[in-house]
């Protein structure tokens, strides 16, 4: 790939390209006195499609959240591209990364859409293109419009939310995300507000992002779609990473609580 074109120093850019996207070491998170998360390791490489999964309050969201720093760590190591952003000690790069250089480089997209009621489908898109990359109005309703359009939703821009299905609402959320350019889109539970006919065209837009070679975590219910696009699957329970597989894993998991699992509820 372009971005990792042999530099003139053949190790350094041996070094870089195999550098994982995201790296979660030791990661630990305790909401007044409960501890949510316990020692959470995850290597994410680019382009990787990962999928977690597990019983209601195991700790998805707060991993998820913990990869933007919506949800602060009180131990470990978050890494991007090899910069601590986490409580972590700065890495070789010896540099500290702020939060809002990280929430510029990771999307978001929520299960209740968070769309601003009062703002149209296109200026729901163009507003943070505005605010976080300081474009022009003109500019930021540009690149909304392509934007919209590659989710299929070109034709309900001057939409206001209440005017939008649910199914749509989320492709607004996506494509929000997606304008921002990020490294890589964290997704929770984007379908499980959605009523059952409006979780497919939700599931295409992902997929098409997937194709586009996006690296993406997601937590899901959906086990033909988490089947489908799981190059990474990782099964939690009780703050935990209990066991995690490449693809086929939903065949081939061994831990009984995660065959339990899957066999009750997804
Ligand atoms: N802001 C918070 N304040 C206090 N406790 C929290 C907070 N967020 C999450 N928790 C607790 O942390 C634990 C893990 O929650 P988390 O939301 O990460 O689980 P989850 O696996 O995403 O669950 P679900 O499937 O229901 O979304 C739960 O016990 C939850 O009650
Ligand atoms: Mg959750």
């Not at 290597?43 to 597990?54: D, K, M, N, P």
């Not at 988490?226 to 066991?243: P, Q, T, Y």
């Not at 939903?250 to 995660?258: I, Q």
């Amino acid at each position: 790939m372009n971005a990792h074109a042999p530099a003139a120093d053949g190790a350094a850019s041996v070094a870089r390209t195999a550098q994982p996207l995201i790296e979660l070491r030791g990661i630990s998170k305790t909401y007044g006195k409960t501890q949510v998360l316990f020692d959470i390791d995850l290597t994410i490489e680019r382009g990787q499609h990962v999928v977690l999964f597990g019983p209601s309050g195991s700790g998805k969201s707060t991993v998820l959240r913990s990869i933007n720093l919506l949800a602060e760590p009180d131990a470990g190591s978050l890494r991007v591209d090899g910069v601590e952003f986490g409580p972590g000690l700065p890495g070789e790069t010896g540099k500290h990364g702020g939060r809002l250089e990280l929430r510029r480089r990771v999307g978001m997209v929520f299960q209740q859409f968070n769309l601003f009621p009062h703002l149209s489908a296109l200026d729901n898109v163009a507003l943070p293109l505005r605010k976080v990359q300081r474009m022009s109005r003109q500019k930021a309703r540009e690149k909304a419009a392509v934007t919209l359009r590659r989710v299929g939703l070109i034709d309900r821009a001057a939409n206001y939310p209440a005017e939008l299905s649910g199914g749509q609402q989320q492709r607004v959320a996506i494509a929000r995300a997606l304008a921002l350019d990020p490294e890589v889109m964290l997704f929770d539970e984007p379908t499980s507000a959605l009523d059952p006919e409006l979780v497919g065209e939700v599931l295409k837009t992902m997929r098409e992002v997937a194709e586009t070679g996006m690296t993406m975590v997601v937590v899901t219910h959906e086990l033909g779609f988490a089947k489908e696009i799981g190059d990474l699957n990782v099964f939690m329970e009780e703050g935990r990473i209990v066991e995690s597989g490449p693809r086929g894993f939903y065949d081939n998991c061994t831990s009984d609580r995660a065959r339990e699992f899957l066999r009750a509820v997804m």
